[in-house]
């Protein structure tokens, strides 16, 4: 069965900071991976995907994760973090034969600190 | 504009009163889906729908209904509300069937209260 962790509830940074938002998953194949980001009020918008090839990818609002096989990982990532980052971060997997079902992560909100 | 619109954004009901959330995009999409959020426990799939009167159960579908008249619509019906089902609830869509190529698109999410 498919799952996803997200072992940190809440993160805070200070603006300008490095983030990294952990995610651990388990599938027994390679999964289809997501992240999303939910603003207070707001929907779900997705961040970046990973489906094959090059493990690092690159997402909207400077985002970036890497996906590391051997540590069933897709953790998340940002070099200078803006007040605006400030929201809860979804990590989902899919299953590539999957009816478009995503399982999403319990999330991590993050805060950040001027 | 291309959206997802879920209508009311906040619901404050009783148990056992009949309601709906309804559900609309503009976008042409075949795929649509309701989740829950719930704090500690993220978004889980209430039912999905593939294309018109296509509809199937998602991982937490007990108390609730859908249908899929329209490729637009997609109502979240609740017969007989409980206080569980208090829950932040989003409507999303997508337009093609079992690809994650385009992403899901989601609404701004439709609180419900039920006392």
């Known amino acids: 069965a498919q799952s996803v962790t997200q072992p940190d509830i809440h993160i805070t940074v200070s603006e300008g900071a490095s983030l990294e938002l952990r995610c651990n998953y388990s599938y027994g194949a390679t999964p289809y991976l997501f992240w999303y980001v939910q603003s207070p009020g707001q929907g779900l918008q997705l961040l970046l995907k990973?489906?094959?090839?090059?493990?690092l990818v690159q997402g909207i609002k400077g985002f970036e994760a890497e996906f590391k096989r051997s540590q069933s990982s897709f953790n998340l990532r940002k070099p200078s973090v803006h007040w605006s980052d400030a929201a809860e971060y979804f990590c989902?997997?899919?299953?590539?034969?999957?009816?478009?079902?995503?399982?999403f992560g319990t999330g991590t909100r993050l805060t950040v600190i001027p | 504009e291309a959206q997802v619109t879920q209508n009311p954004r906040y619901l404050i009901t009783v148990t056992g009163k009949k309601l709906t959330v309804t559900c609309s995009q503009n976008m042409n999409h075949e795929y649509m889906s309701w989740y829950r959020q719930d704090p500690g426990l993220g978004l889980r799939q209430i039912y999905y729908?593939?294309?018109?009167?296509?509809?199937d159960k998602g991982d937490v579908p007990e108390g609730y209904k859908v249908s899929r008249k329209e490729k637009r619509n997609f109502p979240l019906i609740l017969e007989s509300p409980s206080p569980n089902q208090t829950s932040l609830y989003f409507c999303?869509?997508?337009?093609?069937?079992?690809?994650?190529?385009?992403?899901?698109?989601f609404g701004n999410g439709t609180r419900l209260t039920v006392t």
């Open positions: 990973y489906f094959s090839g090059d493990t």
């Open positions: 729908s593939m294309n018109v009167e296509v509809t």
């Open positions: 999303a869509s997508t337009d093609r069937q079992g690809s994650y190529n385009s992403p899901l698109h």
């Open positions: 989902a997997v899919g299953s590539p034969t999957g009816a478009n079902n995503l399982f």
